[in-house]
């Protein structure tokens, strides 16, 4: 059985929502159990409400807490961030800045990791997010999987969409008004079976 772990932080619960649909595309594949938990917050109380987010907040608030050892038991790592700046947000840079034992021991290489994310905008930085991520990824030994081009929404030209060949996004809007779309939740589906389905393989 592949254990394939999910770590996320959402301000809004987009990335939320993309994050369930990965673990329905994990599900997809025989042989796969998936866990999903979100990291810790950092902001304070009055800095989340002053952000319009305490009601989201607190519609996520029953997923599990992730722990650094986390990580290490797990055969795949897929990590779901918002865009701050066109990087990672400070919650889960925080997260991963304290995986720094992990490095010394070696206990993530050969380990497959993915990366999925939302922006406000269409060209809100959902690529760069993704690109720099990678590299403490890589820095981890890991092996680096995206969201290819198998999955033919990557190709429609019919809306405004998330989705690129480094992983699945969505577009939250300037106000957080917009939900993931049909496209954007399949491509984190997509993501979510692909993953699983390289686990399976390398396992073999």
Known sequence: MSKILIVYYSMYTHVHQLAQAIAEGVKE???SEVIIKRVPETLPPEVIAAMGA?????SMAHMPIAQVDDLAEADAIIFGTPTRF??????MRQFLDATGQLWRNGALVGKVGSVFAS???????QESTILS???TLLHHGMVVVGLPY???GQMDNSEITGG??????TIAGTQGERVPTANELAG????GAHVARIVSKLAS
């Open 119 to 125: 922006t406000a905008t269409q060209h809100g930085g």
């Open 150 to 152: 198998a999955f033919a």
């Open 133 to 135: 991520f990678h590299t």
């Open 54 to 58: 305490e009601e989201t907040q607190k």
């Open 86 to 91: 066109g990087n990672m947000c400070g919650q």
């Open 188 to 191: 984190a589906r997509f993501q």
């Open 164 to 169: 690129s060949p480094y992983g699945a996004t």
């Open 29 to 31: 594949v025989p042989g």
